[in-house]
């Protein structure tokens, strides 16, 4: 209350020297008015301090939480531990870097965003903006036209046919374990895997060493059901 009473000091002999100085200048009524002004103000900013001290004490009986208790307790909602959430940071800068880059297949790529988005740690501030919304969104504008090559070739869809098959000739990647890659470059025909019409013209793009690999892999790993 010590600062309220300075402040109140102040105020009145503020009050008395604007009086002094306006007195011999003023009529009666002026200087009447001149005070009962005066005297408002000094009431407002009465009232003013003592609001302000009840702020005071208030922030001052205010128990600040430490910041590694606040991160804690955010971390414990999640069920993760510190290393966890440093693990999942890491593979978020990965998966964006590859994003960035267009390290494909893309449908690789949006397969590990959803596992992303489906684990809790997501739903931390850190994480959620860039987990739901920016790494879908340059999902969204990654085009995968930048790997046609010149050499790529096109396909009339006939009757019979299915990704597998077409995938699985000759000409194309001799493996229908690559038909993924096939319905990736026309995703603007294809709305459906199980699902592809006569005349419908497909471009057929070259695999990557690194798809090649792994689609003979599949291949070489497929065992058929046993025949009853």
Same mark, same amino acid.
């Given at each position: 209350?010590?600062?309220?009473?300075?402040?109140?000091?102040?105020?009145?002999?503020?009050?008395?020297?604007?009086?002094?100085?306006?007195?011999?200048?003023?009529?009666?009524?002026?200087?009447?008015?001149?005070?009962?002004?005066?005297?408002?103000?000094?009431?407002?900013?009465?009232?003013?301090?003592?609001?302000?001290?009840?702020?005071?004490?208030?922030?001052?009986?205010?128990?600040?939480?430490?910041?590694?208790?606040?991160?804690?307790? #955010?971390?414990?909602?999640?069920?993760?531990?510190? *290393?966890?959430?440093?693990? +999942?940071? %890491? !593979?978020?800068? /990965? =998966?964006?870097?590859?994003?960035?880059?267009?390290?494909?297949?893309?449908?690789?790529?949006?397969?590990?965003? #959803?596992?992303?988005?489906?684990?809790?740690?997501? *739903?931390?501030?850190?994480? +959620?903006? %860039? !987990?739901?919304? /920016? =790494?879908?969104?340059?999902?969204?504008?990654?085009?995968?036209?930048?790997?046609?090559?010149?050499?790529?070739?096109?396909?009339?869809?006939?009757?019979?046919?299915?990704?597998?098959?077409?995938?699985?000739? %000759?000409?194309?990647?001799?493996?229908?374990?690559?038909?993924?890659?096939?319905?990736?470059?026309?995703?603007?025909?294809?709305?459906?895997?199980?699902?592809?019409?006569?005349?419908?013209?497909?471009?057929?793009?070259?695999?990557?060493?690194?798809?090649?690999?792994?689609?003979?892999?599949?291949?070489?790993?497929?065992?058929?059901?046993?025949?009853?």
């Amino acid at each position: 209350m010590k600062f309220a009473k300075y402040i109140a000091v102040v105020a009145s002999l503020l009050l008395f020297i604007s009086a002094s100085t306006f007195a011999q200048e003023m009529t009666k009524e002026e200087w009447q008015n001149e005070m009962t002004r005066q005297k408002a103000k000094l009431e407002s900013l009465t009232k003013e301090v003592g609001t302000l001290q009840t702020d005071v004490t208030s922030l001052k009986n205010t128990k600040i939480q430490n910041y590694d208790d606040c991160i804690g307790e #955010l971390y414990a909602l999640v069920g993760a531990t510190k *290393a966890d959430v440093d693990n +999942f940071r %890491k !593979v978020v800068s /990965e =998966l964006e870097g590859k994003i960035n880059r267009k390290e494909g297949p893309k449908a690789d790529r949006a397969q590990d965003v #959803l596992a992303l988005r489906q684990n809790k740690i997501s *739903a931390l501030p850190e994480f +959620f903006n %860039k !987990v739901n919304v /920016e =790494l879908p969104k340059a999902l969204d504008e990654w085009t995968e036209a930048s790997n046609i090559k010149e050499s790529d070739i096109n396909y009339s869809v006939v009757k019979g046919d299915c990704l597998w098959r077409i995938a699985g000739k %000759k000409q194309h990647y001799g493996n229908g374990f690559a038909w993924p890659k096939i319905y990736q470059a026309n995703r603007d025909q294809i709305k459906n895997a199980n699902l592809i019409f006569p005349k419908q013209n497909f471009k057929i793009p070259s695999l990557t060493q690194d798809e090649q690999v792994k689609y003979d892999k599949l291949k070489k790993n497929y065992k058929p059901a046993p025949v009853k």
